[in-house]
């Protein structure tokens, strides 16, 4: 964005006004329980800091100014001590500090502890994807929600640290490989809103987003109910693809004959590969599922072996649609 560009929008920004469904200037809308306390505690510390800094600027050249060197006068010593005025400095910042802490450490306690009742969805970071895996087993790659229901999100990594940060909710968490961090929320505005990766973790870690989709009271299990059934209601090349998609495989291996972090998939059914060992193989069924559940067991010459299992993430099922999709010729491959 060019200067130019950014400072017309910001002008288009402020003609536009406050506009409560859009959040404020400068933040996204509020659509969780928490985010009024959130954005309330944020006003609070900005105001006092624009009012510390106004205050420390203008005292500091009001002085520099009055008591600058002058010719002809000589400089005085300073008087050690003023106890009245340490004490007033002393004491005010802490008032101010403990409020801050009182009001952060509240809003910290009510952000950490789930309501019993919540709807469990189990989060799954990898490079460069979101899974979300719903309590049926249905797997997404965006965050679908009832409005006005509370949801705890139970996290954990493939591979890397990422973060998981959705503005709009006001939360955000670190994602870890090796344990589980938990995060909960009830949005209150049915609506789609922007998730994304908070932590730099790698190449594409600009493109690890995901949408929240808020439900309209009782949409949300018709939604579920009718995105599980895809097994069923697709042909098995049309369920490889969509799993290719949201599994986070194309993130790795694309569709056109290029290389990226993986090789390429284009025409890899019956392709003869080059291994790290020094062998060949010819690609068949029986490999490109052991490639997905042991990916570590035969590496490609000329990649590193970086791609995450899939042990235990993906039902034979879905593998099985995968390789029908890795099978198709490649314009059904290349198809949206
Ligand atoms: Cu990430």
């Known amino acids: 964005m060019t ?20 959040g404020s200037f400068w933040m996204p809308p509020q659509v969780s329980t928490v985010a009024r306390s959130v954005d309330w505690l944020f006003n609070f510390i900005l105001a006092i800091s624009v009012f510390f800094f ?62 019993a009742n919540a709807y469990e969805i189990l989060v799954e970071g990898q490079k460069w994807k979101w899974s979300f895996n719903y309590p049926n087993g249905y797997v997404d790659e965006n965050l679908h929600v009832p409005v006005d229901r509370p949801v705890r999100l139970v996290m954990s990594s493939a591979d890397v640290i990422h973060s998981l940060y959705v503005p709009a909710f006001r939360i955000k ?21 922007d998730l994304f990766c908070a932590e730099y973790c790698g190449t594409s870690h ?17 939604w579920l109910e009718k995105a599980s059934n895809f097994l069923e209601t697709m042909t098995p090349v049309d369920a ?30 019956g392709r003869t590969e080059n291994m790290a060992d020094g062998g060949t193989i010819t690609v068949d069924e029986n490999y490109i599922r052991e490639s997905i559940l042991e990916p570590n067991a035969r590496v490609v010459a000329g990649f590193e072996p970086v791609m995450p299992t899939y042990q235990g993430r993906l039902k034979d099922a879905e593998i ?13 491959s290349q198809e949206e």
């Open 3 to 22: 200067a130019l560009n950014f400072v017309g929008l910001l002008l288009a920004r402020i003609a536009m006004g406050p506009d409560p469904d859009d």
């Open 54 to 115: 106004i205050l420390i600027v203008v005292v500091m050249v009001v002085f520099v100014i009055k008591y600058r060197r002058r010719e002809g006068q000589q400089a005085q010593s300073s008087p050690s001590h003023n106890t009245a005025l340490e004490i007033t400095w002393t004491v005010i910042p802490v008032i101010i500090v403990i409020v801050i802490f009182f009001f952060g450490f509240k809003g910290y306690l009510d952000m950490a502890t789930p309501p």
């Open 173 to 193: 968490q670190d994602v870890v490989p090796g344990r589980y961090t938990k995060v909960w929320f009830e949005a209150t505005e049915p609506g789609e809103y």
């Open 206 to 222: 600009s493109d690890m987003l995901a949408h929240v989709i808020v439900h309209p009271p009782g949409e949300f299990e018709i």
């Open 240 to 269: 490889g693809r969509k799993l290719f998609q949201v599994r986070g495989c194309q993130q790795c291996h694309s569709m056109d004959g290029s290389a990226k972090t993986g090789p390429t998939m284009l025409g890899v059914f």
């Open 320 to 332: 099985m649609a995968i390789i029908e999709y890795l099978k198709a010729p490649a314009g059904a």
